[in-house]
């Protein structure tokens, strides 16, 4: 801490020093006299011998002082003195790059917290998602998922692998807590022994799910959240060892995960286990997702190849049953595609996320570029007074370091200002981003946005800082003493810095409008497509579930989904009420099988295709608003009857039959030893999976059906979806009547994901419409700033210009031929801005291919409408100052300055 | 490029000699500027000034210590004296002065080439 003190002393040593000289002086002055030499020559031989003192005492000062730095600092004194002279050039540049820096560290904060940060478990990169691909199960390839594993997979992925230190199956569920208050559902995992090993994070209170847990008919279990905890039973670390009713099933609380847990990227209540019976397993029974801890140092190739090797013993050791070949799934060929558990994570987010941070850094570009500008005409009014230095002996070097530190303050100052902005941008991103944004609860400003936000604001601060710098400090600038005066007109060369930097602010702002422009065509295109269901606003859904624990029967589970129905019908204002296995874009995972048509030949080793199945209500196609096409609906005879009969999607029956009309009457079945089945019914094309997928070919199903194979009791669907059709859907007291309803049947039925339609389809085009909305803000912004630097370059030269203008006019020229020179200067450069923009666009746009839907990234309507919009509101920005230069008096104009 | 022109001393010569002439005893400035000329019979060309900026450096690193009092001659001067870091520097500074000046001498040294 010696500098500190030396730092503190140093004004008291400077005095010292001067007055030892000054007594040195005189001692040797004395001295002389006394040797005999008058006064004055005593003085001046004093001063010879010495040297020069100013010199000699500056030297001395050095000593103590840190050059570099202390010129830094008087840079940045003299720095913020200016940009305090000069309150009106300090706040708009300030706001433009605080509005610039504080939106790209609230993107980049999403970025950073979604993309970049690793997951929060620990070791997370040794983390991976065992997802395969069935390119040649028929159908299949259709599902995003991939094929998901059975839980033989996992038994023999778990015994015979060579590259995970742990592996596990899970699956996302939902069960009903009764015996607390009301009765809930809840969001459950089931786990495989190893996923929470796999995971690899220590519960707060308890124990994890062992083993022994994973005995079939062993004692049941289960792992609360710590959301869970805390909201039901306050966080009480008594509740270890009680029992809590699950699906009326009486399970032990072994522990408590912690605070911030989550499962891969589900919240969940609870995790249960799954406790396969191993004895009883078959290949098939596709549904659970596989999680994997890497051994060290293995890679996801070796991972892929090794999953890969024990597929065939899978196919050696299971079967489907007697008289099936296990290796028919061959035909399928299965591959495992391992990824990390981040991507799996993070899904299709990626590239949105990463367009949205390229467009904001664009609107950061053309901020710099306006504050280039304006600092451009402010050094212009500052050549003297750098002239005046330079001449003093000031070095280029200082004179441009000076300006740079001048610059890159303002940029850390519009930083300061900035982070201030971005907090209140990443509470919106977070409110307004796409609900299914991954790690949502994760992003926040961080150390990592901080030193970004710094960076940022000290590049953007030496990049406007640069042109003027450069520029005008140049050893070329003596002239500038003169030149600055009204002697000479101004030169060409001073407008080309500016010139430049407006085209390139029309061609990012085109680049930014293209894009905006392509997000709304796609919107558009998606609100065009038929879904497949009428008036979303108006269809309230819900889930319910009745466990068998509840209600065993299953011809009874029907009846009380059937009451439900028809007691929802009797809400005032509800036009129709039913329900189905699920509704379109919810995101349940589906069900799908083979589906043979009667009268078509399927050869040995060739698969009929995988189809969607889904089950329904009678009325309930009335309901959502699906068109029926041909035939008839369900009855609820043909339900308790179990009459053999489905109804298909429009594509399938034209893929099958020809017509939808020729449809009816025909059969088909699932597998060859099951009864034929009639087609009764053709509906609409559905688009089950989000408007921009296709729309799968679906069989449905009455909600209850025979044994599938043909044996043993009727099944019934236990959980389904409840769509009401209802002016009030959604309001809080229409609510409260469903409940009611729905309890007067049964009270112990929990309502689980209530929601409109509305809600759903808008959760399912949330990626476009948030794209939509960060591309229009970033092209609003471009827009603004772009037509700010047009309008200040041209009023700019205007002003330079008076005194031509002023002796053109004087001369007789025409208001009209002064505005049409002005106008053609700013066509001008808005022309080269839109060509040079158009080109960039181009190739651009093309990165934002997979969000485009219905319009191709190089749309000539898109691309036409904006440049024309562009030239328009240039011509306008000029229009203004041009108008000016008409006016301008030459009696005024020629006296000025 | 401004001392230098009057410096025929190489860098390090000036404080070399203040530490071994504080050694003897502590000074004030002048007194020290006087004490070097006349040992060194007015041989070195030494600008009187040049002596403060290099106090300065010693002051600096803490190898002298300064301190106002009154002299001999009842003027209020600024004392220097050497520091135990002092003493410790000036013994390895002679040291390798001594060792550079030997080996200079010797290739100067007449009849061997």
């Known amino acids: 801490m010696n500098w500190i003190k030396q730092l503190i002393s140093r004004r008291r040593m400077y005095g010292d020093m001067s007055e030892e000289i000054r007594a040195h002086l005189e001692e040797k002055v004395e001295e002389l006299v006394a040797d005999g030499m008058p006064r004055k020559d005593a003085d001046a031989a004093a001063r010879r011998e010495f040297g020069n003192v100013t010199l000699m005492e500056e030297d001395g000062r050095d000593v103590w002082r840190w050059v570099w730095i202390e010129n830094f600092l008087m840079d940045v004194r003299y720095g913020l003195r200016m940009l305090g002279r000069n309150p009106v050039f300090t706040a708009a540049g300030l706001f433009t790059i605080a509005i610039g820096i504080g939106a790209n560290a609230a993107v980049f904060s999403v970025v950073n917290s979604v993309l970049l940060k690793p997951l929060s478990y620990p070791a997370a990169e040794e983390l991976v998602a065992l997802h395969q691909v069935a390119p040649g199960a028929p159908g299949l390839a259709d599902f995003e998922t991939g094929l998901l594993l059975s839980p033989s997979m996992y038994f023999t992925y778990a015994e015979h692998n060579q590259t995970f230190q742990s592996l596990g199956v899970w699956d996302a569920d939902t069960a009903n807590v009764t015996g607390l208050a009301e009765p809930e559902q809840v969001r459950i995992a089931d786990v495989s022994d190893g996923v929470l090993q796999t995971l690899g994070v220590i519960p707060a209170v308890g124990r994890w799910l062992s083993a022994a847990d994973q005995v079939p008919n062993g004692p049941k279990r289960v792992l609360l959240s710590y959301g869970y905890w805390q909201r039901r039973f306050g966080g009480d670390r008594a509740v270890i060892g009680r029992n809590i009713l699950v699906d009326s099933q009486p399970r032990e609380i072994v522990g408590v995960m912690p605070r911030g847990f989550r499962f891969v990227d589900t919240d969940f209540d609870m995790i249960a286990p799954l406790a396969f019976e191993r004895g009883k397993l078959i290949l098939a029974g596709f549904g659970f997702h596989g999680i994997a801890r890497l051994k060290r140092g293995a890679t996801i190739e070796e991972a892929d190849a090794d999953v890969k090797r024990m597929l065939t013993i899978w196919m050696d050791s299971w079967s489907n049953g007697p008289g099936t070949n296990p290796h028919f799934y061959e035909t399928w060929k299965i591959t495992p595609m391992i990824r990390p558990l981040k991507k799996e994570v993070i899904g299709n987010m990626g590239e949105l996320l990463w367009v949205v941070m390229a467009t904001i850094g664009l609107v950061m570009l053309i901020a710099c570029a306006n504050v280039t500008n304006l600092l451009l005409v402010r050094v212009e009014a500052r050549q003297q007074e750098l002239a005046v230095r330079a001449a003093l002996g000031a070095g280029w070097g200082r004179i441009v370091c000076g300006l740079l530190v001048e610059s890159v303050m303002l940029g850390l100052l519009g930083g300061v200002v900035g982070v201030g902005l971005a907090s209140a941008g990443v509470r919106f991103l977070v409110a307004e981003g796409p609900a299914n944004l991954p790690r949502i609860s994760e992003i926040s400003i961080d150390g990592r946005t901080l030193g970004f936000t710094l960076l940022l604001s000290m590049l953007s601060g030496l990049l406007f800082g640069l042109v003027p710098a450069l520029k005008y400090a140049g050893p070329r600038n003596a002239l500038a003493l003169r030149s600055a005066g009204r002697t000479m007109s101004v030169s060409r060369e001073r407008h080309r810095a500016r010139n430049l930097l407006v085209m390139g602010q029309v061609a990012m702002a085109l680049v930014l409008l293209v894009s905006a422009g392509l997000m709304i065509r796609t919107f558009e295109a998606l609100r065009a497509v038929d879904p497949g269901f009428t008036d979303a606003q108006h269809l309230q859904v819900m889930r319910i579930s009745i466990p068998a624990s509840l209600v065993a029967q299953p011809e009874q589970v029907t009846r009380i989904q059937n009451d439900v129905m028809e007691k929802l019908a009797t809400i005032p204002g509800v036009k129709s009420a039913a329900f189905a296995s699920e509704m379109p874009m919810e995101g349940f995972d589906s069900d799908w099988d083979t589906v043979f048509a009667e009268g078509k030949s399927y050869p040995e080793g060739k698969m009929p295709p995988l189809l969607l199945y889904k089950h329904v209500s009678p009325g309930f196609f009335g309901a959502a608003g699906t068109r029926l096409l041909a035939g008839r609906d369900l009855t609820w005879t043909d339900v308790y009857g179990l009459r053999p009969v489905v109804m298909v999607s429009e594509n399938l029956a034209r893929e099958m039959w020809g017509t939808p009309s020729y449809a009816v009457g025909k059969r088909l079945r699932e597998d060859p030893g099951l009864p034929w089945r009639e087609v009764i019914g053709v509906v609409q094309d559905v688009r089950e999976k989000g408007v921009q997928e296709k729309a799968p070919e679906i069989v449905y199903w009455p909600t209850l059906v025979e044994n599938l194979f043909g044996r043993g009791p009727a099944q019934a669907i236990r959980t389904v979806t409840f769509v009401i059709r209802s002016e009030r859907a959604g309001t809080e007291s229409f609510l409260n009547e469903v409940r009611q309803a729905v309890w007067s049947v049964n009270s112990n039925l929990p309502l689980a994901s209530v929601r409109t339609m509305g809600d759903v389809y808008g959760k399912s085009v949330a990626r476009t419409s948030f794209t939509l909305v960060m591309l229009g803000i970033a092209g609003a912004m471009a827009l603004t700033l772009g037509v700010i630097g047009i309008y200040g370059v041209i009023s700019f030269t205007v002003s330079q210009r008076k005194r031509e203008f002023g002796i053109r006019l004087a001369l007789g020229a025409q208001g009209g031929d002064v505005v049409q020179m002005v106008l053609r200067q700013g066509a001008k450069m808005t022309l080269a801005g839109v060509a040079i923009g158009a080109g960039a666009a181009f190739v651009l746009t093309r990165l934002m291919k997979g969000l485009l839907f219905g319009v191709t990234e190089r749309d000539p309507f898109t691309f036409g409408l904006v440049a024309a919009l562009l030239m328009l509101v240039a011509l306008l920005a000029c229009y203004v100052p041009a108008r000016r230069a008409m006016k301008v008096d030459p009696v005024v104009a020629l006296r000025y300055q | ?113």
Not at chain 2, 66 to 94: D, F, I, P, Q
């Open chain 2, 1 to 113: 490029m401004r001392k230098e022109t009057q410096r025929d001393l190489f860098p390090g010569a000036l404080e070399m000699m203040i530490l071994r002439t504080l050694k003897r005893q502590p000074l004030h400035g002048y007194a020290l500027v006087q004490h070097i000329r006349r040992t060194s019979n007015d041989l070195l060309q030494i600008e009187e000034g040049s002596l403060y900026p290099a106090l300065q450096r010693l002051l600096k690193a803490e190898l002298v210590k300064a301190e106002w009092g009154v002299s001999a001659t009842n003027r209020r001067v600024r004392t220097y004296r050497l520091t135990a870091a002092g003493v410790k520097h000036l013994e390895r500074e002679v040291s390798s002065f001594e060792r550079m000046l030997k080996g200079i001498s010797r290739v100067l040294a007449p009849g061997e080439l």
